[in-house]
């Protein structure tokens, strides 16, 4: 495997989606909690950081273990820190380097520039600059404004950086990375999906032995293929708990319950709509909403988790991106989200937790669901919030107005999966609004209801811009609402990026 040092930068789980996108495995790891290293890491990267190597609270890594022992890349602060750490000199640069820069490689025979042409296009972004390197430092590739853009330090294994490789725009970043984490540092090209399957498989029923799994599935992607994971592995002893909330999306409950069935799960389907929408009646406040609907889910799931005799773990979802302890600005942090559906249950019963998808970013989750013959259309999913449709209805939730906003949402769904859309959006959904407007319909003056659109793209759900949805497929949408959908004579579309606005309304 490969370790990248995290130093801070935007641009770390890049890096490692990159590396892992060559089939080779990756851990991040902060730079100042480096693990052991053993005879499986087979090379380092250091990433880049929002520090300058000149800051006095500059990350300083102790790399007494790593430098000249084993490969090692330096990725721009990285590559600052491996020149000014060892006797070369870091200085402001005259400007912000920042955007596409043309890399003329000197020393092509280089291990790590083997295949390159002669020029190419690569990402800078930086505000210091090399200014001179340590003597045994061999200059490989310079760009017109950087002349230290990229260097070999004799008689080491050791390269440095100033670009960005892992950035789409530098057109053979990928090449670079693959000279490193194959050719340099040897690792072979195996881990694929299947891979990833079989050994998880494996890893699985030896820890788990016959004891039983209780999993809270949520109709999304992830604890879908967490489920059938486990299922492959355990079987029967896995028992699958779906809740429906009465906040889902319309007839999606059924549906999704049979998709589950069908794939051999053992899943319970629990109907709790009337206890959410009873403990919802009369809020209007969007976090008491949110309390209210974690406390109740977790109440359900408890319920059911407790009648399974003798369970002894608690799966979960987990992925990559919760778990990595990532550097902030502020120094190292850990920035774990709390997963909304466990709250209390493995202290209470004294669960143990399995969470066989804690190594995948979402994108491998999607390829190991896949390559395990999970349908495209739950594996293509677009994200839903845990409390669903109670956050998009502004103020009290009622089960006249969820029945609403379920049809309008359908209607909309079904238009962009009509129109060819659906995939090319990261997440879409409609929001009814508290607001009456009047409207005319044949002869009639309305006084209803206003529903707004949402269609977002994103990688992360972090930031997110509005779609720019065709205006024919606006108009035929909006027409289908109003005319459908009783209650409602007005749609509109939300066009707000995030930030400043957010992807939900609530
Ligand atoms: P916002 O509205 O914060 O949403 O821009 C970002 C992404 O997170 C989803 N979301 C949630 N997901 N529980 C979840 O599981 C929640 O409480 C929750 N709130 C927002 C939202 O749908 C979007 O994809």
Known sequence: KILILDFGSQYTQLIARRVRELNVYCEI???????????????????????SVRDAQAPTPDLSAIKGKLPLLGVCYGAQFLASAF????????????????????DASDALMRGLPARTQVWMSHGDTITRVPDNYELIASTEDVRVAAFHV???????IQFHPEVYHSTDGTQLLKNFVVDICGCGQSWTSEGFVEATVRELREKLGDDKVVLALSGGVDSSVAAVLLHKAIGKNLYCVFVDSGLLRKNEFGEVLE???????????????????????????????RKIIGRDFVEVFNEEAIQIKDVKWLAQGTIYPD?????????????????????????????????????????????VGRSMGISEQLIGRHPFPGPGLAIRILGDITPEKVEILQNVDKIYIDSLRAAGLYDQVWQAGAVLLP?????????????????????????????????????????????DIINKVKGVNRVVYDISSKPPATIEWE
Not at 31 to 37: D, E
Not at 94 to 101: D, F, K, M, T, V
Not at 272 to 287: I, N, Q, R, W, Y
Not at 445 to 455: G, M
Request: one cysteine or more; charged letters at 20%.
């Open 29 to 51: 790891h902060p730079f100042n909690k480096i693990p052991a290293i053993d005879a499986s890491v087979r090379g380092v990267i250091l990433s880049g950081s929002p520090f």
């Open 87 to 106: 006797g070369g000199e870091v200085q402001p640069a005259p400007s912000r380097e920042y955007g596409r820069a043309m890399l003329t490689v000197g």
């Open 154 to 160: 004799g008689g080491e294994q050791t390269w440095g």
């Open 259 to 289: 998709s589950y069935k069908h794939m051999g799960l053992n899943v319970k389907g629990v109907n709790a709509s009337a206890k959410f929408l009873g403990d919802l009646a009369g809020v209007t406040d969007p976090e008491r909403k």
């Open 323 to 367: 778990v990595i302890e990532s550097c902030s600005v502020n120094g190292p942090s850990a920035t774990i989200k709390s997963h909304h559906n466990v709250g209390g249950l493995p202290e209470k019963m004294n669960l143990k937790i399995v969470e066989p998808l804690r190594l995948l970013f979402k994108d491998e989750v999607r390829r």
């Open 435 to 479: 607001v009456k407007s009047v409207g005319v319909m044949g002869d009639e003056r309305t006084y209803e209801s206003c529903v707004a659109l949402r269609a977002v793209t994103s990688t992360d759900g972090m930031t997110a811009d509005w779609v720019h949805l065709p205006y024919e497929f606006l108009a035929n949408v909006s027409n």
